[in-house]
């Protein structure tokens, strides 16, 4: 494009909004063959152009397409959006959400290194760190995440990492990110923050502090409930070199002696992650889901209006019932205000459980009578979905340790789409009428 120099000043300083980077971001037509969507690149492997440019990519010595599992060009385009809308330097996607917090983990913890978690993780990591802390020897203490003294208090000098999810689960907890970032750093440790049920959209935990951010794609991102994917995304901002995470800082023997900080600078961390991490346990997000998921994150800020305006109509209305004893919404929590305005002042997700006073038969037979709502354990989709955890995700836990759980035996979960707010009030009316 010809512009006069004026004009190109003028572009270079314009800042593209949420929902232009949404669409546009780390995108362009394809320039090979103009094709205007990102096409899928469906292949394994590329062709090197001659022997010295072959050994320059593997040597790390230029960037470049070698192998799918370590990066493709449909899944670049996703993770550089993601990248941009968290505000990062950049990302590394993964198959699932949980790969993307496992590689995440295993690229800075070494055996006997100690993390401090929030309690309130959604079921699946909690489970995940508990496992990973016993096969990979590090220790983990999970804190009340309310509680700011806490947070510090479970740090030791062995701790090298702070764990928390923006908006927690099942009680809605809104994460103090800019405190917590605060002990985090105090103790020369990075704060990595599970953005899942916020998006970049309604938070992005870079700007307040945190270091490295994690999604599970599957959610909100996508949207469609079509696929399983995750990604990492760095600040840049942490200092590996600090003296504390020779794991990130020091010679690598699995590259030759190469100093990944020192190297790469900012860039340290992310490289590891996708040369070693990913190349080495291979938790790859293939390039059709990646596809989806740029689908799917086009329509992220319509989505996420109508995700938040819908779950709060519905939450509203639960707050009327006799047979409800207590709507945990976090817009709802008066605890929650302040936290609220300041972090997701655009609305407080879309994911929150009540509780029925009928206790486990009420929640079954509710469950049993949804026309609308989907029974299923997910969220984040564009079609509502119903859960009732004491018959299905922690059925194996006594009344006492539900409780311990935050978790009542009448306690449902509920991840609002973005149908009409009637229907969804109108569903769950017919199925709470006994
Ligand atoms: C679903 C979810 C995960 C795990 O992601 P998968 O894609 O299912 O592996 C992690 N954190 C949160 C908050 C989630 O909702």
Redesign the pocket.
Known sequence: MNTTAEESTIVDTHEFGFATRSVHAGARPDPTTGARATPIFQTSSYVFEDPESAAAYFNLQEYGNTYSRIMNPTVAALEERLANLEGGIGSVAFA??????SSALFTLLQPGDHIVASAA??G??VTQLKHLSRKLSFGIDFVDPDDLDAWGRAATPETKLFFG?TIG?PSGNILDIESIARIAHAAECPLLV?N??ATPYLCRPIEWGADIV??????FIGGHGTS???AVVDSGDFDWSNGRFPVVADASPAYHGLAFHDTFGSYGYLMKLRTETLRDLGAAMSPFNAFLFLQGVETLPLRMDRHVDNAYRVAEWLKTRGDVSRVRHPALNANYRELVQKYLPKGAGA?FCFDLKGGREAGQAMIRKVQLFSHLA???DAKSLIIHPASTTHRQLSDSELEAAGIGPGTIRLSIGIEDANDLIWDLQQAMSQ
């Open positions: 699932s959400g949980l790969a993307a917090q993780l959604y699946g990591t999810e689960n599970d899942t049920f994690v999604h599970s794609t599957t959610k399983i994917g995750g994911v997910n969220v984040g």
